[in-house]
């Protein structure tokens, strides 16, 4: 967040350099006071002064704007360089009107580039202090080795900055702090929002519309690529005997072991697990064929095994099992038509006596 926060408002800052450069090479039109600077030694320099911030600023601007990822971390560091750069030669500049005895313009016009840094940069101090305290120090030192009938009133005033600079860097880091977290707790909550319009509560898979939205995608990418992609449908045998038995805490349990048993029946990342309503369970399986979904049903029934949920209510086996049914996507079908046919298929294992796959068959 500093980062990005540097890179956008940094340009701006270095256009009020820019600007602050042309009023001083310029001042001559501006003033009817004598030249500021009398040591016609010292022009030169002060000259080459401003032409280096002219030169850096603008050549930093360049580069922010022309740079393909405005967010990079070199980026911020050039910008943190360039700063650092510029400090310095503005330091250069106040010393040689410090130098030539003539304070009038140093006091304004440091002021006004630390408290410009401070609306740009004070979410950052290491940058902000890195850019004004060399100007404030020197700016303060050089007014006592080059003292002038001001040199005590510039001392309070340079105090009086440092204060309100300081005051105005915590009230604005505090503000931009309390915005960070707000932004955070914003995208804390969008990520639970998501994960509740995607994902079932129970079992933490995904809910029937998730499966829906994956449904489509895989389905337009069947047709683009023409990869095969099939359907398993489940469903707990005789559930509601197991709820009347066990109760229904016990029952929102086992749901989620049956789930948990499915995800790891899965072959990869793609392959999508849903609860598709009450204690029926659906899987996509993309660039599956029929034969690689029936090893997926079978790979569930032994996962099933293992944990041997008991269920004396059953008038099959005295544990859970469940019924599978399986279709597989043909040329000119729809994801509607898909679901239906895995749904058939399971009524099929259901009808053969449950604990058990059936493939749908096309006629």
């Known amino acids: 967040m500093r980062r990005r926060a540097i890179i956008s408002s940094g340009p701006w800052f270095l256009w009020i350099n820019l600007l602050f450069c042309l009023f001083i090479l310029g001042r001559h039109y501006f003033s009817p006071l004598p030249q500021f600077v009398n040591d016609t030694q010292e022009i030169p320099v002060l000259e080459i002064l401003m032409g280096l911030i002219l030169i850096t600023s603008s050549s930093v601007i360049f580069i922010l704007r022309m740079a393909h990822d405005p967010h990079a971390e070199w980026l911020g560091k050039l910008l943190h360089g360039a700063l650092v750069c510029i400090s310095v030669l503005w330091v250069g500049c106040f010393y040689l009107f410090l130098a030539s005895g003539d304070s009038r313009i140093v006091f304004p016009f440091a002021a006004l580039l630390i408290f410009t840094a401070l609306i740009s940069l004070y979410f950052d101090a290491r940058i902000l202090l890195s850019f004004t305290l060399p100007i404030w120090v020197v700016v303060l030192i050089c007014n006592f080795v080059y003292p002038s009938e001001l040199t005590m009133l510039n001392a309070v005033l340079y105090v009086l900055l440092a204060g309100l600079f300081e005051s105005g860097r915590r009230i604005l880091r505090g503000w931009f702090v309390l915005a960070i977290s707000r932004e955070q707790e914003t995208r804390d909550l969008i990520k639970q929002l998501k994960m509740l319009a995607n994902h079932d509560p129970l079992t933490g898979i995904a809910n029937r519309r998730s499966f829906h939205l994956q449904l489509d995608k895989a389905m337009q990418r069947q047709q683009q690529c023409n990869m095969p992609l099939s359907l398993v449908m489940l469903d707990v045998d005789h559930f509601k005997k197991y709820n009347d038995y066990y109760g229904h805490q016990a029952g929102d349990e086992c749901l989620i072991k049956v789930a948990k ?103």
């Not at 072959?267 to 064929?289: H, K, N």
């Not at 029929?290 to 005295?318: F, M, Y």
């Open 261 to 363: 048993c499915l995800e790891d029946a899965t072959r990869s990342t793609q392959d999508v697990v849903a609860r598709f309503g009450g204690e029926e369970f659906i899987m996509l399986l993309p660039d599956a064929t029929e034969q690689q979904a029936i090893e997926v049903a079978k790979r569930i029934q032994q996962n099933l095994q293992v944990p041997g949920i008991a269920h004396a209510g059953s008038p099959a086996t005295p544990w859970v099992t469940i019924s599978i049914g399986i279709s597989t996507l043909q040329p000119g079908s729809s994801a509607s038509r898909l679901i239906a046919e895995a749904d058939a298929a399971l009524y099929k294992a259901k009808e053969h006596g449950r604990n058990q796959w059936q493939t749908f068959t096309h006629g």
